[in-house]
Structures are given as structure tokens and as C-alpha cells.
């Protein structure tokens, strides 16, 4: 399960706006590196066979099969870390530590 936090949800709505991609999910997708942490992509785009579908606050996030056991109990957030707003990967799974992007 993928946790999106009200204010990611509400960052995400109007980044789909913004970009013409109302409606569509928010793919999250993730791959282990050599150094054990994990780095992660997002974008808008539509539910594919085998994607795990997620609701949370609004938004449907979608997870390939690769990446599902990477991303199991992922929080999405959005907010100020070390002076940068941004979209933060909060990932019981990642070894690094929370995760900005």
C-alpha cells in the first residue's frame, strides 16, 4: 500500500493540471542501486496489466510488479526539506533514508 499525504495530493492535482494530465494516475516507479538505497521515478500515465492501483487522498497511484515490493508502506509527501520544496519518499524499504525528489 502507497500513502499519499494531503498536501502531496493536493501538489500532485495541480502539477496534473498544470501539465493537461487530469484523470490520469501517478505512476510511481523504483529499482534497488548498487549502494542499497533505492531511486525512484514519477509521472503521469495510464494503468497498465499487471500495475498494482492505489487510491489515497484523491489520487490514483499506479506501481509496476517490479517495483511493488520496493514500495510496499512508501509515504508520498510534499514539503520544505533543506530549503527545497519537493516531493519527499518517506520508504521503510529504503536503507538510505528518506528520500527527496
Known amino acids: 500500500m502507497i500513502e ?3 498536501t502531496a495530493a493536493q501538489a500532485v492535482m495541480v502539477s ?3 501539465n493537461e494530465c487530469e484523470g490520469m494516475a501517478l505512476r510511481i516507479a523504483a ?7 533505492i531511486q525512484y521515478q514519477m509521472g503521469f500515465d495510464d494503468p497498465r ?10 489520487v490514483t497511484v499506479v ?3 517490479l517495483s511493488q515490493p520496493l514500495l510496499n508502506g512508501l509515504a508520498l509527501d510534499f514539503g520544505e526539506l533543506e530549503g527545497v ?3 519527499v519518499f ?11 525528489g
Do not use: L
Open 4 to 6: 499519499v499525504t494531503e
Open 16 to 18: 496534473a493540471a498544470s
Open 31 to 37: 529499482r534497488r542501486e548498487e549502494d542499497s538505497g
Open 49 to 58: 496489466e499487471g500495475d498494482a492501483a492505489f487510491e489515497s487522498n484523491g
Open 63 to 65: 506501481v509496476d510488479p
Open 85 to 87: 520544496v519537493q516531493f
Open 90 to 100: 518517506i520508504n521503510p524499504n529504503d536503507r538510505q533514508g528518506d528520500v527527496r
